[in-house]
């Protein structure tokens, strides 16, 4: 029988041109050989270009795109490359295997989850379906969760999460994250042992379950591990810095038969260690593969000489980390601005002025960007862009009034100012635990029966229609109530808000929401907010018609759908770009964040935090240092400057070389 061989499309139908489209660096990155590579791309460098024209290069080539493995962090980037790259050598590169980390553990288990006792029609649970299977769980267990506060269902997923993806025990990860639950190991423990038994039976796997069930068909089932590494003959992997323990196992064991293995990242922009990512993966990258060759992209193409002339001197402060020096293309800009300011309230007065005057210099709405290292240093220029009608969307999660703990608190100075908001009480009294919501119910018509429902919170013939475990938590509700209603007329808002925060309202944030100690300060920045106000009144005015709270839409004043200034954490912010970036409360223990600096290795991952902030702006970067904060219960007090202000003046100073930013001192008086 005669056999008939089809060819691949000639190189010619190739449209690459890499002395065109890229430069020195890069181009070695895409011709690089065989073998493991590391290639340390920085800030504005043109990762993404790189990796899609070394995709190009390896098909161009003659490797099969289907012997191609390419892990990123979002689908959205991975369908982007291998459709850029698919149009450059005029073949279609789809074929190979990319995705995220976890829609290709899926497409992989699908064909041998037998192995590990799954069915290959397993299903897969969200966060939700997990947080649901878990109270379950948590109400079978019987480990006496309802006559103590004891962690929320989705609290206990996320904990579990933070052990399985570190690799920690969960006794470790309890401390770590949920100190305020340790005395609960035993009972946590046999909750999440029953989760895991649950989830076997029914044949459901969560997302973590996707990578820890991949990485334990690799290491237990040698055969599978063969035909795996084997069929891959290239893997290319995205931000390597974000990998987490088990995704850099994974890699290490896809890897294992060819070797040539490329990972592109920047350890200076590793920031997720509270999600799990571990740096070390890429720091240790040459240690694992001691015959790898490094590469450096550090020609940035997003940012002004001055600006990264000041992220180059920051970043250098880190002992942990590949050297390197971006070089900008683009030509010289104005200097950044470090920015004395003499409180939050004026720092809020500058960055709106600011913005309305680049608006008058032609820049858009979309251009700008306010970026912060907590979400509660927004708040009082939330406030004020309202009141200057600049429009803004938070991309850092909802608006500071708008949170929930932030309305868990309000609800309580609510019903002190209006005893027949009943919204406000069955806000307040869901969250003692024992009481749900038919009881919050029953508890309000009996207050709403009375003369005084705030005094009638004290009745004894409520309390003793109440079952025991409500009745002991109605008792200490009724007992805050009436101290703050003794409170209420003659105190302040800010006083009555730290009331709140002394007594076991913290029991509820601690046991409901994660990050609790982040939500706890945002709950304290509120209460120095309202030490501006004489009354309760004035208060709750003023942030019901400022806020969410009355129903207003993200994005105030006129303008299109996509014409609004982005307010952002820097952890969010991440490989986005605009062109001009304010950076607020640059102030010690405020950014860099107290704890973080308590921790092993926490200051050098927050000087990587302060890098990303910087290298976010294209033109113009404004960093601001209000003079004075507030302490709950005190007056102001002084804030140095940040950290990383003061390293870098005091290496000028020590050197005698310029300082990289001019010292702006704002006059006027900001917000009243």
């Known amino acids: 029988m005669k056999k008939y061989k089809l060819k691949r499309p000639s190189a010619t139908s190739s449209h690459l041109d890499y002395d065109r489209d890229l430069n020195e660096q890069q181009r070695q990155v895409v011709e690089a050989g065989t073998g493991p590579l590391l290639v340390i791309a920085g800030a504005g460098s043109g990762k993404t270009h790189t990796l899609t024209y070394r995709m190009a290069h ?128 035993t009972p946590i423990s046999k909750i999440l042992g029953l989760y895991e038994v649950r989830k076997k039976q029914m044949g459901l796997m969560d997302f973590d379950d996707l990578l820890i069930n991949w990485s334990r068909l690799l290491t237990d089932h040698d055969d599978v591990r063969r035909v795996l590494a084997g069929r891959f003959e290239y893997i290319l992997v995205d931000e390597y810095q974000d990998t987490n323990h088990i995704q850099g196992v994974i890699v290490d064991q896809m890897a294992s038969v060819h070797h040539n293995l490329m990972v592109v990242g920047d350890d200076c922009q590793s920031i997720y260690a509270f999600r799990g990512a571990d740096y070390r993966n890429i720091l240790e990258f040459p240690e694992r593969y001691p015959e790898c060759r490094e590469f450096r992209l550090e020609t940035n193409y997003r940012s002004t000489p001055q600006i990264l002339e000041l992220a180059n001197r920051s970043i250098a402060h880190n002992d942990k980390q590949y050297e390197k020096t971006l070089r900008a293309s683009r030509p010289e800009g104005p200097m950044p601005a470090h920015v004395h300011l003499r409180d939050a309230n004026q720092q809020a007065a500058f960055v709106c002025q600011r913005i309305l005057e680049l608006l008058d210099e032609g820049l858009a709405l979309e251009d700008i960007a306010v970026l912060y290292r907590s979400h509660h240093h927004s708040m009082e220029l939330q406030v004020e862009m309202t009141r200057c009608e600049i429009p803004f969307v938070v991309r850092s999660g909802l608006r500071f009034f708008e949170q929930a703990h932030i309305k868990d608190a309000l609800a309580y100075l609510r019903f002190l100012y209006n005893c027949r908001d009943e919204l406000a009480f069955l806000r307040l009294v869901r969250q003692w635990y024992g009481i749900g919501q038919k009881r919050a119910g029953d508890i309000w018509m009996y207050l709403d029966s009375q003369p005084d429902a705030l005094a009638a919170v004290e009745s004894e013939k409520l309390a003793s229609s109440l079952p025991g475990r409500a009745a002991k938590s109605w008792k200490n509700a009724s007992k805050l109530l009436t101290d703050l209603r003794e409170m209420r007329l003659a105190e302040r808002p800010d006083t009555l808000l730290g009331a709140l925060l002394d007594s076991d309202f913290t029991d509820h944030i601690h046991s409901t929401f994660e990050n609790a100690d982040n939500r706890i300060s945002d709950l304290e920045q509120l209460a120095n907010y309202a030490a501006q106000f004489d009354s309760l009144d004035s208060f709750l005015g003023e942030i019901s018609l400022l806020s969410g709270i009355s129903g207003q839409e993200i994005g105030v004043g006129a303008g299109e759908d996509d014409e609004y200034v982005c307010l952002s954490s820097v952890h969010q912010a991440k490989g986005l770009e605009w062109t001009a970036v304010f950076v607020l409360n640059l102030a010690h223990g405020e950014f860099p964040h107290r704890r973080a600096m308590e921790e092993d290795e926490g200051l050098e991952e927050e000087r990587r935090l302060f890098y990303v902030a910087t290298t976010r702006a294209r033109n113009e970067l404004y960093l601001c240092h209000p003079l004075t904060g507030s302490m709950r219960g005190g007056g102001p007090v002084v804030q140095r400057e940040s950290q990383f202000v003061e390293e870098i003046r005091d290496e000028c100073e020590r050197k005698g070389g310029e300082l990289p930013w001019e010292e702006w001192r704002i006059e006027g008086p900001g917000v009243a």
């Open 58 to 185: 390896l098909v161009d080539r003659g490797v099969d795109p289907k012997n191609i493995l390419l892990l990123t962090f979002t689908n959205r980037a991975s369908r982007a490359m291998t459709s850029r790259a698919s149009q450059l050598v005029g073949v279609n590169v789809t074929r190979l295997w990319g995705g995220t980390f976890h829609s290709t553990a899926n497409r992989i288990l699908r064909r041998h989850a037998d192995r590990l006792g799954y069915p290959s029609d397993y299903t897969i649970i969200d966060r939700e379906d997990a947080s649901t299977l878990m109270k379950a769980c948590t109400s079978d267990a019987d480990v006496g969760h309802l006559q103590k506060r004891f962690p929320k269902a989705r609290m206990l997923v996320n904990l579990f999460s933070l052990s399985r993806n570190t690799a920690r025990s969960v006794g470790e990860a309890l401390e770590e994250r949920y100190p305020y639950f340790s005395h609960l190991y």
